[in-house]
Each structure stands twice: as structure tokens, then as C-alpha cells.
């Protein structure tokens, strides 16, 4: 059983940039990989970054790629989603999730687990 608490949401300017963080709780961090998935209003939740349990292995979202990274600390059991020069179409509730799995990421990890969100907004 694997608990998912996220914290670092907040408003910022466009352009601006936020780090979130995802704490997870149980002895078996490392055997995850994680995620992180987001929901703006209206539409469905969206797949945004995955890093495997080591931390290697990283896939991104189209949408992200050379704004947001992915990273994690499993000595912390924590995993992070820095994201930069933010745009008003990042807004929305962003989830942590985890996927027993000890491969490589190449895609959209499943969520086995998930956070409760934290929400980004991003205006003027």
C-alpha cells in the first residue's frame, strides 16, 4: 500500500515557474515508478511525466517537453515535477501517482495509487 500526499500548487504568473513535490509513504518507494497526471476543468485527466524507480528513465507529455521535469529522491520517498516558463493552459489540478513496476518508463505509467492533487493555476 503505497500513500500519495502532493504539495507546491499555487498561483503563478505565466512564464513563471512552480516545483511540486509528492510524498509517498510505505517501505517500498523505489519499487515504484511515478507519475504525474493532471485534470484542467472540463476535460479528462491527462498524462503528464513518469520516471522510473531509479530515476534513469524519464518520458514526457508532448505538451511539457523542455518546460517540465520529472525527478525523484527515494532516500526523501519523495517525487518532484519542476515546471517552468508556465503557460495559462497549464492550469489544472496536477496528480501523483505510482505504478509497481522496475523497468524503464517509455510511456504513460498506470496508476496503481493516487494523490489527492494540488491545484496550478496560471494567470496574470
Known amino acids: 500500500q503505497v500513500q500519495l500526499v502532493e504539495s507546491g500548487g499555487g498561483l503563478v504568473q505565466p512564464g513563471g515557474s512552480l516545483r511540486l513535490s509528492c510524498a509517498a509513504s510505505g517501505r517500498t518507494f523505489s519499487s515504484y515508478a511515478m507519475g504525474w497526471f493532471r485534470q484542467a476543468p472540463g476535460k479528462e485527466r491527462a498524462f503528464v511525466a513518469a520516471?522510473?524507480?531509479?530515476?534513469?528513465?524519464?518520458y514526457y507529455a508532448d505538451f511539457v517537453k523542455g518546460r517540465f521535469t520529472i525527478s525523484r529522491d527515494n532516500a526523501r520517498k519523495t517525487v518532484y515535477l519542476q515546471m517552468n516558463s508556465l503557460k495559462p493552459e497549464d492550469t489544472a489540478v496536477y496528480y501523483c501517482a505510482a505504478q509497481r513496476y522496475s523497468g524503464l518508463v517509455a510511456g504513460p505509467i498506470a496508476g496503481d495509487y493516487w494523490g489527492q492533487g494540488t491545484q496550478v493555476t496560471v494567470s496574470s
Open positions: 520516471v522510473n524507480w531509479s530515476g534513469g528513465s524519464t
